[in-house]
């Protein structure tokens, strides 16, 4: 089996203001990062354009249209304080949802191991009908609802370890029983949500703060006492990753202090639940990471493991 890398030019035209950190330098960095990985055991796959029936599993059709409204012919105009969209944005986030769900259909088809998505502009904040926190639409969420509805799983699990609370993906699964969304983020911070009492309707959102200057043995301890547990006990069918290398302790814009050694921890044992419960199926797809060094280190080290179970199982 194999590991598929999904990724599209297009994701480069989507180019915000000077200075924003959400920006096109942070796919060169990771491509440069990739370029010089050994290849084997990776098939990279150009990402198709997702549908507005793959949006609309979670988003509303004012949200999509309220999207295509506002892309801009030419330069750039802002959503929010935040959230910018180019002439090429609009194309990068159908191709973002067109990534997760060939990343989804190529896991459950068998066609490969796993895969991960390095798409941009991310997704993990984007609410049912408010872009936001540099997102559009919640590409995570709706390669949930992809899985559960057109594939038939009965349970998906999410596990969102960007240092920012994934509300966008709490708000289009809070109803949605059938997902379950872990979220461990550091707390205060952006977006202000993600406190331990948001647990869905059904017990489906765990979230899990974390403090301000906690580094990797921090990190162990909830995923050992809470993550993990939670995780074996769903019995998830198919994992999903948001992966955020922000945490990391050289990040501008939060103060964990994790390094690559925690993600590469992180991912294996996200890894070892899918073993356990779904044949090692996993998709993960890049979140937030705004130290260009630390986010490509960050990566490469999280894409080796899937390499490497995808490889040798």
Not at 11 to 21: A, E, F, K, S
Not at 78 to 95: C, F, I, K, Q, V
Not at 207 to 231: D, F, T
Request: some cysteine; overall charge negative; charged content about 20%.
């Amino acid at each position: 089996m194999t590991t598929a890398l999904l990724t599209h030019p297009d994701c480069l035209n989507h180019v915000t203001p000077p200075g924003h950190p959400e920006r096109v330098d942070r796919l060169m960095a990771i491509y440069s990062a990739l370029d010089a990985m050994d290849h084997t055991g990776l098939q990279r796959v150009e990402a198709p354009m997702g549908t507005d029936a793959d949006i609309l599993r979670v988003h509303p059709q004012a949200h999509i249209d309220a999207i295509k409204a506002a892309a801009p012919n030419s330069g750039s105009i802002a959503l929010d304080a935040d959230t910018h969209m180019s002439e090429g944005s609009l194309n990068a986030a159908y191709r973002g949802v067109g990534a997760m769900t060939t990343a989804v259909d190529m896991v459950l088809n068998g066609d490969v191991q796993n895969a991960f998505a390095a798409m941009r502009p991310p997704g993990h904040h984007a609410e049912k009908q408010t872009p936001m926190g540099f997102c559009l639409f919640g590409n995570v969420a709706i390669a949930a609802k992809h899985a559960l509805d057109v594939h038939g799983l009965e349970r998906v699990a999410i596990v969102d370890f960007d240092v920012h609370h994934g509300n966008g993906t709490q708000d289009l699964l809070w109803d949605e029983g059938r997902a379950l969304f872990i979220s461990s983020h550091q707390m205060p911070l952006y977006p202000g949500s993600g406190a331990a009492d948001e647990t869905g309707t059904s017990g489906n959102i765990l979230n899990i703060p974390l403090p301000p200057n906690s580094g990797g043995a921090e990190l162990r301890k909830v995923y050992e006492r809470i993550v993990l547990p939670a995780l074996n006990d769903f019995k998830p069918q198919l994992v999903l990753i948001s992966a955020g290398f922000d945490a990391h302790r050289n990040d501008p814009l939060a103060n964990l202090n994790w390094d690559e050694a925690d993600f590469v921890w992180a991912t294996e044992q996200l890894c070892d639940v899918a073993d356990t419960h779904c044949e090692g199926r996993v998709v993960s797809t890049l979140e937030g990471g705004y130290d260009l060094d630390a986010l490509a280190a960050s990566t490469r080290a999280h894409l080796e493991v899937l390499i490497e179970r995808g490889t040798h199982g």
